[in-house]
Nanobody, 123 residues
Framework: QVQLVQSGGGLVQAGGSLRLSCAAS????????MNWFRQAPGKEREFVAA????????NYADFVKGRFIISRDNAKNTAYLQMNNLSPEDTAVYYC????????????????WGQGTQVTVSS
């Protein structure tokens, strides 16, 4: 049974930082492209960042470039999203997602999703 278990969300003041984790089990983690998405209240889910299987290739949405860093540790079967200089506009539920095929560009479908974690940024 494949599981993506997220942790690390919470409440932070504007300008602060948070790190999200996505721990995978039941799959060969190093063969999956890992992604982060977010969904704010009343809005559609949107792509945030992706990282290739070997951790070298990355892709970011324009609105997080220079602020967020995606990384992975294949030895720990875990992906991370380091979020810096957060603003209230970053408030959303954040999801990790795994995709077996393809690259770091956004796709319409993903193989597995995490349970989501709330990130709230106060002004």
């Amino acid at each position: 049974q494949v599981q993506l278990v997220q942790s690390g969300g919470g409440l932070v003041q504007a300008g602060g930082s948070l790190r999200l984790s996505c721990a995978a089990s039941g799959l060969t983690f190093s063969t999956y492209v890992m992604n982060w998405f977010r969904q704010a209240p009343g809005k559609e889910r949107e792509f945030v960042a992706a990282i290739g299987r070997n951790g070298i290739s990355t892709n970011y949405a324009d609105f997080v470039k220079g602020r967020f860093i995606i990384s992975r540790d294949n030895a720990k079967n875990t992906a991370y999203l380091q979020m810096n200089n957060l603003s209230p506009e970053d408030t959303a539920v954040y999801y990790c997602a795994a995709r077996r095929w393809g690259a770091t560009t956004p796709y319409s479908t993903y193989d597995y999703w995490g349970q989501g974690t709330q990130v709230t940024v106060s002004s």
